[in-house]
């Protein structure tokens, strides 16, 4: 097993200029491009092994992007419509594309977010407005954590668990399947966990409950706390 650092300051700082950059990257309209990974592939080991990261960020989330913009060409009236919008007008989009723009689309945007939401495991936690939040509406960290993992579990087949906003500026924890996005149900989505198997299988094989406590040790909450401050204003 390799030696595993934590992160300094200024790598978090680094990860974050990252985080941004990738956020303003999904007001921008297709031609959709894959963005590039906020850190090496083997960085996230040994809870999420190299090989999975290269197969999973660079076949699958590239061939989201592929058949996302094969679905758009020549799409001329949606042509001007960034991710997040085609997600959150999904009801506009011509409905002989629609199906295409819902699963790649939402593909496209989750795993966007996803490699986001990640980073070499690391003492900090939510904080700011997204702690006291947080405390509010679960009672603690490691409830809510209970609570993602729970509704990793309960996603029967593919799909994602998710820590969203709603209308009203509520945190709320649920499911969704295949790669529906909150936003094409009003939420916003503040942090999500991919329980697709192939987001798991070459390591934890048929043990998702394993697959969720690492990815929980992984997570990226000052990328989460910032997020949480931009979403609610
Ligand atoms: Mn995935």
């Known amino acids: 097993m390799k030696t595993k650092i934590l992160m300094t300051r200024r790598e978090a700082l680094v990860l974050s200029a990252g985080a941004a950059a990738a956020v303003s990257a999904s007001a921008q309209p297709a031609p959709f491009t894959l963005p590039k990974l906020p ?38 009236r949606i042509a001007g419509w960034s991710l ?43 904080a700011g407005a997204l702690q006291k939040a947080i405390d509010a509406a ?35 924890v649920h499911g969704l ?9 009003n939420r916003r989505p503040l942090l999500g966990i991919d329980v697709w198997e ?12 394993d697959y969720l406590d690492a990815v929980l040790r992984l997570i990226n909450w000052d990328f989460v706390s910032d997020r949480f401050e931009r979403l609610r204003a």
């Open 39 to 76: 850190y090496a592939a083997d960085a996230l080991e040994p809870y999420i092994d190299a090989r999975t990261m290269e197969i999973h960020h660079g076949k699958h989330h590239q061939a989201y992007v592929d058949n996302l913009n094969k679905a758009l060409s020549g799409q001329t």
């Open 84 to 126: 997040d919008e085609l997600l959150r007008r999904l009801g506009e989009v011509p409905e002989s594309i629609r199906t295409a723009v819902r699963n790649h689309g939402g593909g496209h945007a989750n795993h966007s977010l996803f490699w986001q939401l990640l980073a070499p495991p690391r003492q900090s936690g939510p």
């Open 138 to 172: 679960f009672g603690s960290r490691s409830a809510l954590e209970e609570k993602l993992k729970a509704a990793g579990m309960q996603v029967f087949g593919s799909g994602w668990a998710w820590l969203s906003l709603d209308a009203q500026n509520r945190l709320t």
């Open 177 to 185: 399947p295949n790669q529906d996005s909150p936003l094409m149900e």
């Open 198 to 209: 192939h987001a798991y299988y070459l390591k934890y094989q048929n043990r998702r409950a």
